[in-house]
């Protein structure tokens, strides 16, 4: 009945073009829409990244462009009728990066991340 969608952040950290990466969104979607059309679809922003953590140097520092990446599925979300869920300013600090309650390498969830997580989609009626 539902499907998330959640990726990106490894082909921001392979430095693969923000367009490509959103046009493969686009592909994704125009497939799941054709494939399973009483399918309802939501796709989440990418996930803000911490680069005072030394893990995962290729993830750090592309704050630009997971904002981009995430403004722009945004705009195809609009596009296309599906569901947008803005993830990215639940998880910041205040220094516009990870919250570090929320990850203990700058790039995954530590088990309180994922009930931020979880709490975000509940609180906004996408789970129950």
């Not at 030394?54 to 630009?64: A, I, L, P, R, V």
């Not at 947008?84 to 790039?107: C, P, R, S, V």
């Amino acid at each position: 009945k539902k499907l998330f969608i959640l990726i990106g952040i490894n082909d921001i950290g392979k430095n693969i073009p923000d367009q490509v990466i959103v046009n493969n969104y686009r592909k994704i979607i125009d497939s799941l829409q054709l494939q399973t059309p009483s399918t309802k679809i939501y796709v989440q922003s990418i996930l803000p990244t911490n680069d005072s953590f030394t893990n995962f140097k290729n993830h750090q520092n592309k704050t630009e462009h997971i904002v981009f990446v995430n403004a722009e599925l945004k705009k195809i979300c609009a596009e296309k009728n599906i569901t947008y869920i803005n993830l990215y300013d639940a998880f910041l600090n205040a220094d516009g990066k990870m919250n570090e309650k929320y990850t203990n390498d700058g790039l995954h969830l530590t088990g309180e991340g994922y009930l931020k997580w979880k709490e975000v989609l509940v609180s906004n009626g996408f789970l129950k």
